[in-house]
């Protein structure tokens, strides 16, 4: 009885993690900070230009202002059209492609894993590789101009739009689905009256998602020989012409937030 009531009268210690759950997370604070003590060590710092880095910037933006706004008619504006036609036509490429790879994708719509698996690959493949790589391997087979960022924003886009269309695909209610195979209709029948109807949101929501990323990637393009407005900036920045350095990333900037206030507004109020 004596024991029963010391028993009781002992506080109960509640501890959140188990001794090897707690052992573990010291294991990844330990590894998280190894791994930023390399990074830190293998990044060569210059300590020469890292003490006047802030004069250096200063005096670059002084040399920034005033903006040359006489320039933007015509190069700027040319190199702006260049850029929203090459987001707008490699994003609509990129949807063609990837709604294919999107149904192939997804195991409860395409029932063959060797399928399933090409598909994969390929839209890893798509997006393992940054779109300036993509513009630097097509301005190799093109030449230099809007023709190959287009096809760079393509096939960059291609990888993320069809992920989330299979996503989308293997995540829909089976009821409507089942009721059409009831009825014996074909597979383009199920894909167009049973899964299209219900990921359409979806699928407008990434088109447009991205095509906003796509304006913002387009803009640097032009670096390595791919059209828009990034040949513009590279320009003038090889010739020290900061003034106008300052115009293009205005403009760049002003864009971009323009398309943002565009597709929030579409995606709220017509999605």
């Not at 924003?153 to 829909?172: D, N, P, W």
């Not at 689905?177 to 009256?193: C, D, N, S, V």
């Not at 447009?208 to 590279?234: F, K, P, T």
Request: aromatic residues 10%; neutral net charge; glycine residues 8%.
């Amino acid at each position: 009885m004596s024991e029963l009531a010391a028993t009781s009268s002992t506080p109960v210690q509640w501890e959140r993690f188990t001794p090897g759950q707690r052992l573990l997370r010291y294991g990844l604070w330990l590894f998280c900070i190894w791994a930023i003590a390399q990074s830190v060590r293998h990044i060569e710092v210059i300590p020469e230009f890292l003490y006047d880095a802030p004069e250096q910037m200063a005096d670059m933006l002084g040399r920034m202002w005033p903006v040359d706004w006489a320039y933007y008619q015509p190069d700027v504006h040319q190199g702006l059209m260049e850029t929203l036609h090459m987001a707008t036509l490699g994003t609509v490429l990129s949807l063609g492609l990837a709604l294919p790879l999107g149904v192939m994708v997804a195991p409860n719509v395409t029932k063959s894993r060797l399928l399933n698996m090409i598909a994969r690959v390929i839209l890893v493949s798509s997006r393992s590789v940054n779109s300036l790589v993509w513009a630097m391997l097509f301005v190799a087979i093109f030449g230099p101009g809007p023709l190959a960022g287009m096809f760079a924003i393509a096939l960059r886009s291609v990888g993320f739009v069809g992920k989330l269309m299979g996503e989308a695909l293997e995540q829909t209610p089976q009821g409507s689905i089942e009721a059409l195979q009831a009825t014996g209709a074909g597979k383009f029948a199920q894909l167009w009256y049973g899964y299209w109807p219900q990921i359409k949101p979806a699928f407008w929501s990434v088109a447009l998602l991205r095509w906003d990323i796509n304006v913002r990637e387009s803009g640097v393009l032009g670096l390595v020989g791919a059209g828009g407005i990034g040949v513009v900036l590279n320009t003038s920045i090889d010739l020290f012409q900061w003034d106008r350095v300052a115009l293009v990333l205005i403009t760049i900037f002003t864009v971009v937030a323009l398309a943002e206030i565009v597709v929030l507004q579409i995606r709220k109020r017509v999605l």
